[in-house]
């Protein structure tokens, strides 16, 4: 079955340090691949996605994330985390033979010391 | 803009009773679906929705049931609540398959 994996449940780190969330998934077909970060007590909001153009994907808030086919990675990064950071971020994935339905990691929640 | 809302924000069942968590969207779009949201589980599709007329089940659907009538509207119901179903369900929907999903801001729903 396929499947999408975040490395690592919770992250610290310190405010101004480098932010990197890790996000694999199964399959080698291509996927679409999606980023949304969930505040406390609020729905997902989208921070980025790939669609098969630019490897390299900006998304809001300073966020960005790189697509490697060979690692099957999606790996979400910021140079510098702000306290406002602080919240849990998910990959998701569509696989474009699916119906187009959404499979999600389980999460990865950041946390960024003063 | 509404985008997509969901109704209850918090509701409190007692074992065995139903109720419908409803979920509305303006954006005109095809594809809908519900998750629910456990800790350490991430989102977990229950049932989804192609278009009007159409749906079908998810990874976790026993206990829950779905029907679209209309483009805008894809209700949740929980035929008899158990304390499992004690969790945060979340609509989505999307325009297709390569773009991305519209969250509600979810229902809390506690079965006691």
């Known amino acids: 079955a396929q499947s999408v994996t975040q490395l690592g449940s919770h992250v610290s780190v310190s405010e101004g340090a480098l932010v990197l969330l890790r996000c694999n998934y199964s399959?080698?077909?291509?996927?679409?691949l999606f980023w949304y970060v969930q505040y406390p007590n609020q729905g997902l909001q989208l921070l980025l996605k790939?669609?098969?153009?630019?490897?390299l994907v900006k998304g809001i808030n300073g966020f960005e994330a790189e697509f490697k086919k060979s690692e099957t990675s999606f790996h979400l990064t910021k140079p510098s985390a702000h306290m406002s950071d602080a919240a849990e971020y998910f990959c998701?994935?569509?696989?474009?033979?699916?119906?187009?339905?959404?499979?999600f990691g389980k999460g990865t929640k950041l946390s960024v010391k003063p | 803009n509404a985008g997509v809302t969901q109704t209850p924000k918090f509701q409190v069942l007692k074992t065995g009773q139903s109720m419908t968590l409803q979920c509305a969207q303006d954006?005109?779009?095809?594809?809908m679906s519900w998750y629910r949201q456990d800790p350490g589980m991430g989102l977990r599709l229950i049932h989804y929705?192609?278009?009007?007329?159409?749906?079908d089940q998810g990874e976790v659907p026993n206990g829950y049931n779905v029907s679209r009538s209309t483009t805008e509207d894809f209700p949740l119901r929980l035929l008899s609540a158990a304390p499992s179903q004690t969790s945060v369900y979340f609509c989505?929907?999307?325009?297709?398959?390569?773009?991305?999903?519209?969250f509600g801001q979810g229902t809390r729903l506690t079965v006691v």
């Open positions: 929705s192609v278009g009007a007329g159409i749906t």
């Open positions: 998701a994935v569509r696989w474009g033979g699916s119906q187009g339905n959404l499979i």
């Open positions: 954006m005109n779009h095809e594809y």
């Open positions: 989505a929907s999307s325009s297709g398959r390569n773009t991305e999903a519209f």
């Open positions: 790939y669609t098969s153009a630019a490897t």
């Open positions: 399959s080698s077909v291509p996927p679409y």
